[in-house]
C-alpha cells in the first residue's frame, strides 16, 4: 500500500507530436513549411502574423518537428521573428555571385544606417543599391548585374524575410528595406569582416584564384 500524499497539484504535460489535435496538426504543418521554404516566420507581415502568434504560444512544438527536419529554430521576440537554422551544411542556401554580390550590398546598407547613423530602419533604392554594387563591390566591372537578374535575386531576399520591396513604376525606383534578420544570414561581426569576403570578388582577386586553381591541375 502506498504511503505517498497525493499531490494537491496536478501538472498536465502537453501533448506529444502524435497526440495532437487535427487543427494543431495542420498549423504546425504550416509553420514548418513556412520555415522550410522561407527560412522564417515573419510577424510584422500581416498575413502570417497569426501563424506567428500560434508558434511562439507552441514553441516546444515547433522545435521538436524542426529538429526532425534537421533544423534548429531561433525566437527573435524585438523583429517578431521566427528564424530557421539548417543544422547541417546540406540544408544550407547556396548562391552564385551575382547573389552573394548584392546580399553583401544589402548587408553593407544595412550596417552603414544601424551602426553608424544610428537609424533603425535601413532603405535604398535599387538605384541605390546599383551604386553601391559599383562603387564599393564591383569598381573594376565592365558590367553590372542584368536588370532581371537583379530583380530576381531582390524577390529572392524579400522570400526569405531578408529584404521589403515597395514597387515601383521604374525598377530602379522600386524601393528597398533591409530587414535585420540580414545580419544573422551574413553573420560579419564588423565590417572589416565584410570588406575581407567583398574584396574576394573583385576581379584581380578572381583571377589569383583561377590562376591557383590551374596550378593545382594535374598535367
Avoid at 76 to 101: F, K, S, V, W, Y
Avoid at 166 to 183: D, K, L, N, Y
Amino acid at each position: 500500500m502506498s504511503t505517498e500524499e497525493p499531490s494537491a497539484f496536478v501538472t498536465e504535460s502537453a501533448p506529444t507530436l502524435l497526440a495532437l489535435s487535427e487543427s494543431d496538426r495542420d498549423r504546425l504543418s504550416e509553420a514548418l513549411q513556412e520555415l522550410l521554404s522561407s527560412g522564417s516566420i515573419n510577424g510584422l507581415d500581416s498575413s502570417r502574423a497569426p501563424l506567428y502568434h500560434w508558434a511562439r504560444q507552441h514553441d516546444d512544438w515547433l522545435r521538436e518537428i524542426a529538429a526532425l527536419n534537421g533544423l534548429d529554430v531561433a525566437v527573435h521576440h524585438e523583429e517578431r521573428l521566427i528564424q530557421a537554422i539548417p543544422r547541417a551544411a546540406g540544408l544550407r542556401l547556396r548562391l552564385n555571385q551575382d547573389a552573394t554580390l548584392v546580399w553583401l550590398a544589402l548587408w553593407y546598407a544595412g550596417d552603414i544606417r544601424w551602426r553608424d547613423e544610428g537609424a533603425d530602419q535601413a532603405f535604398l533604392s535599387v538605384a541605390e543599391l546599383g551604386d553601391l554594387l559599383r562603387d564599393q563591390l564591383l569598381p573594376d566591372a565592365t558590367a553590372l548585374i542584368p536588370k532581371g537578374r537583379l530583380r530576381d535575386i531582390l524577390r529572392q531576399a524579400a522570400r526569405l524575410n531578408l529584404i521589403r520591396l515597395t514597387h515601383a513604376e521604374s525598377f530602379e525606383e522600386t524601393g528597398i528595406e533591409v530587414m535585420p534578420a540580414i545580419r544573422r544570414v551574413l553573420p560579419f561581426r564588423e565590417l572589416a569582416a565584410w570588406q575581407e569576403a567583398a574584396a574576394s570578388f573583385r576581379p584581380d582577386a578572381l583571377e589569383e584564384a583561377e590562376d591557383e586553381t590551374e596550378e593545382d591541375e594535374p598535367t
